[in-house]
Nanobody
Framework: QVQLVESGGGLVQAGGSLRLSCAAS????????MGWFRQAPGKEREFVAA????????SYADSVKGRFTISRDNTKKTVTLQMNSLKPEDTAVYYC????????????????WGQGTQVTVSS
């Protein structure tokens, strides 16, 4: 019952920063746990970060912990992924997903997905 649209991807040098945004519409955004996933060419989709309904709980993949920060604004119906100290290995298409359970979202993905936004980190 929610539509998601990502934005903010682009080209960045290694060590730089980028902020991704996910805008939601058509559903009760505040009732969904939200997450970010990424998929590099030839590789499986990978969990990146998730945040609960209220923003009280967050979860990060070990590969990005300390560098990436997920946040949400339920009044604006947006989820943000702030990415710092970017590495070439972060290059991927990034997707936001929504699901009622944050645990399930992290483990199997979303019930709803955005179209993805490309992030390319050059060395």
């Amino acid at each position: 019952q929610v539509q998601l649209v990502e934005s903010g991807g682009g080209l960045v040098q290694a060590g730089g920063s980028l902020r991704l945004s996910c805008a939601a519409s058509g559903g009760s955004f505040s009732t969904y746990a939200m997450g970010w996933f990424r998929q590099a060419p030839g590789k499986e989709r990978e969990f990146v970060a998730a945040i609960s309904w209220t923003g009280y709980s967050t979860s990060y993949a070990d590969s990005v912990k300390g560098r990436f920060t997920i946040s949400r604004d339920n009044t604006k119906k947006t989820v943000t992924l702030q990415m710092n100290s970017l590495k070439p290995e972060d290059t991927a298409v990034y997707y936001c997903g929504a699901r009622g359970s944050m645990i399930t979202l992290r483990r199997i993905g979303g019930d709803y997905w955005g179209q993805g936004t490309q992030v390319t980190v050059s060395s």
